[in-house]
């Protein structure tokens, strides 16, 4: 497990050391079976979570493993609510087919939509955009009509996005899977392979955007090869802070990592 603080501008009392624990790329498939997910699942409710996001690409190599990799998150808990947004491997496997296994789990999936969690009368947003590979992304749809002092967190599966984001929309932090980390690093160098178009940038951990920081999880499973060398797979706890804090890019961060 990944433990980090992050700054967020205008965060209401209400909110203040408020929890959200980030699940990427289980990828169910001939890799991971579906009780491989559920130990994920049963260690992100261990933390009692405010919320619970979903960063995208459950599923690896056959769209038979599509249902079987979404129902083990009918058994998340959060406070605030569970959200989720879809990757390329799941636009691969089928978006259609996605959107109604996450409908069957009853999470609701932000497509280029928010929705504003209120606790105590504080406001805290909470977006997605569509996969920067194949869908479209448009973060002024999915934050219209929320308040300018209203605090904003993005879900993008890509974190190559970042680079893309149009300014004069507000997000105050994006939180992304995708690179797994590289699956293998090497110390002093990093992972020889990464897909990014940025090189080494958004390999994993918090990273400063053009427009906001970012926030890269090593996600849980894998894709062929299935081996991670120096880069565990990870269940990542945000505690979100308000401004007078520690900075967003030297925010605590104990060394546990193991999630399995």
């Not at 979570?49 to 493993?65: A, E, N, S, T």
């Not at 491997?89 to 939509?113: E, K, S």
């Not at 955007?209 to 996600?219: A, I, M, S």
Request: aromatic residues 8%.
């Amino acid at each position: 497990m990944e433990r980090i603080d992050i700054v967020i501008p205008d965060l209401g009392p209400a909110w203040q050391g408020a929890t959200v624990a980030l699940l990427s790329d289980t990828h169910c498939g001939p890799l991971h079976p579906p009780a491989f997910i559920e130990r994920a699942v049963s260690i992100t409710n261990e933390l009692s979570p405010d919320v619970v996001l979903l960063l995208g690409d459950y599923v690896h190599r056959g769209v038979q493993y599509l249902e079987p990799g979404v129902e083990p998150f009918a058994k998340l808990r959060a406070r605030h609510g569970v959200f989720a947004v879809l990757g390329n491997h799941d636009h691969w496997a089928g978006r259609d087919r996605a959107l109604a296994a996450f409908r069957r789990v009853a999470v609701p999936v932000l497509t280029n939509r928010s929705t504003v969690l209120q606790h105590r009368g504080d406001g805290f947003a909470v977006g997605g955009v569509g996969d920067f590979l194949e869908d479209k992304q448009r973060p002024d749809v999915a934050f219209r009509g929320v308040r300018p002092n209203t605090p904003r967190l993005l879900m993008s599966h890509n974190p190559d996005y970042a680079e893309h984001m149009p300014a004069g929309v507000r997000v105050d932090l994006m939180v992304s899977g995708h690179t797994h980390g590289g699956q293998v690093y090497i110390p002093g160098y990093g992972a020889p392979v990464l897909p990014s178009r940025y090189g080494k940038k958004y390999q994993r951990g918090l990273v400063q955007g053009p427009r906001c920081p970012v926030y890269v999880t090593r996600g849980i499973g894998t894709i062929t090869p299935r081996v991670r060398f120096f880069c565990r797979p990870e269940v990542t706890l945000i505690s979100l802070r308000g401004q007078g804090g520690p900075p967003p890019l030297t925010a605590r961060r104990p060394s546990g990592t193991s999630t399995t």
